[in-house]
C-alpha cells in the first residue's frame, strides 16, 4: 500500500534535473544569440558584392559630346514670348573648347522692341554662353529696321562677308576680311570692319573703302 511514495519523489527529481538543465541553458543563451548574429552579419557580408571602384576621370577631348541633326531649337522669355530661333543641318558640341559648331545655320533673334536679326552662314560657331558668334562662309547678318526704347527709327542693317564675328552683350560686328555694309540704300564696302550697335551705332571700315549712297 506504500508503493506510489518512491513514484512520486522519481517524478520530481526529473523535474529537478530538466529545471537546473534549463537555467545553465538561460545563461548561456544571450551568448549563442550574439554568436548568432554575428555569423549571420559574416554570411551576409560575404553575399554582398564588393563596390565598383570610382572610374577614373576621363581627360576632356574635342570629340564632340552630343550631335543634332536637321534640328530647330526656340527659345521663349517667361512671359512666352518667342526670343531665338536655330536651325541647322547638324551641330556638334566639343566638351574642351565649350563650343558648339553648326552647319548650314540659320539664327533669328528679337530685340526688346521685337526688331528682328537674323544671321545665316554654311558654319556657325558659338560659345557656350551663347553671346559670340563665329559666321564663316556665305555669312550674313540682317537687322530688319525698327525704333529704339526712345522711339527713334532704327534703318535696315545687312553685313555680308565670307567671315563675320557677331557679340551680343554689347552689340557689335567684327570681321578681318572683305565686307559689305548695306544702311537702307546705302552700300558701303572695306578690307575690314567694326560695328558697335546700340545706341552708338558706329561703325568703322578699313582698308580699301568704297561707298555707294543713294540720292537723298
Given at each position: 500500500?506504500n508503493t506510489p511514495a518512491p513514484v512520486a519523489l522519481q517524478?520530481?527529481?526529473?523535474?529537478?534535473?530538466?529545471?537546473?538543465?534549463?537555467?545553465?541553458?538561460?545563461?548561456?543563451?544571450?551568448?549563442?544569440?550574439?554568436?548568432?548574429?554575428?555569423?549571420?552579419?559574416?554570411?551576409?557580408?560575404?553575399?554582398?558584392?564588393?563596390?565598383?571602384?570610382?572610374?577614373?576621370?576621363?581627360?576632356?577631348?574635342?570629340?564632340?559630346?552630343?550631335?543634332?541633326?536637321?534640328?530647330?531649337?526656340?527659345?521663349?522669355?517667361?512671359?512666352?514670348?518667342?526670343?531665338?530661333?536655330?536651325?541647322?543641318?547638324?551641330?556638334?558640341?566639343?566638351?574642351?573648347?565649350?563650343?558648339?559648331?553648326?552647319?548650314?545655320?540659320?539664327?533669328?533673334?528679337?530685340?526688346?522692341?521685337?526688331?528682328?536679326?537674323?544671321?545665316?552662314?554654311?558654319?556657325?560657331?558659338?560659345?557656350?554662353?551663347?553671346?559670340?558668334?563665329?559666321?564663316?562662309?556665305?555669312?550674313?547678318?540682317?537687322?530688319?529696321?525698327?525704333?529704339?526704347?526712345?522711339?527713334?527709327?532704327?534703318?535696315?542693317?545687312?553685313f555680308h562677308g565670307e567671315f563675320l564675328r557677331v557679340s551680343?552683350?554689347?552689340?557689335?560686328?567684327?570681321?578681318?576680311?572683305?565686307?559689305?555694309?548695306?544702311?537702307?540704300?546705302?552700300?558701303?564696302?572695306?578690307?575690314?570692319?567694326?560695328?558697335?550697335?546700340?545706341?552708338?551705332?558706329?561703325?568703322?571700315?578699313?582698308?580699301?573703302?568704297?561707298?555707294?549712297?543713294?540720292?537723298?
Open positions: 500500500m517524478v520530481k527529481t526529473h523535474r529537478g534535473g530538466m529545471s537546473r538543465v534549463w537555467d545553465q541553458l538561460s545563461l548561456y543563451l544571450p551568448v549563442l544569440m550574439m554568436m548568432l548574429l554575428a555569423l549571420v552579419s559574416y554570411l551576409l557580408l560575404q553575399a554582398t558584392p564588393l563596390p565598383l571602384e570610382p572610374e577614373p576621370e576621363q581627360p576632356v577631348t574635342n570629340e564632340p559630346d552630343f550631335f543634332m541633326r536637321r534640328f530647330s531649337v526656340k527659345v521663349f522669355a517667361p512671359d512666352g514670348v518667342l526670343q531665338t530661333e536655330v536651325y541647322g543641318a547638324e551641330a556638334r558640341h566639343h566638351p574642351d573648347t565649350d563650343l558648339t559648331v553648326i552647319d548650314t545655320a540659320r539664327i533669328r533673334t528679337f530685340s526688346a522692341q521685337r526688331q528682328l536679326s537674323t544671321a545665316t552662314a554654311r558654319e556657325i560657331v558659338s560659345n557656350g554662353e551663347g553671346t559670340v558668334y563665329e559666321l564663316k562662309g556665305d555669312a550674313v547678318v540682317v537687322r530688319q529696321a525698327g525704333r529704339n526704347a526712345a522711339g527713334a527709327r532704327l534703318p535696315r542693317m545687312e551680343t552683350d554689347p552689340e557689335r560686328i567684327e570681321s578681318d576680311l572683305p565686307v559689305l555694309m548695306i544702311r537702307d540704300k546705302d552700300q558701303i564696302t572695306a578690307d575690314s570692319l567694326d560695328y558697335r550697335g546700340g545706341d552708338a551705332r558706329v561703325a568703322e571700315l578699313t582698308g580699301r573703302v568704297r561707298a555707294r549712297l543713294a540720292p537723298r
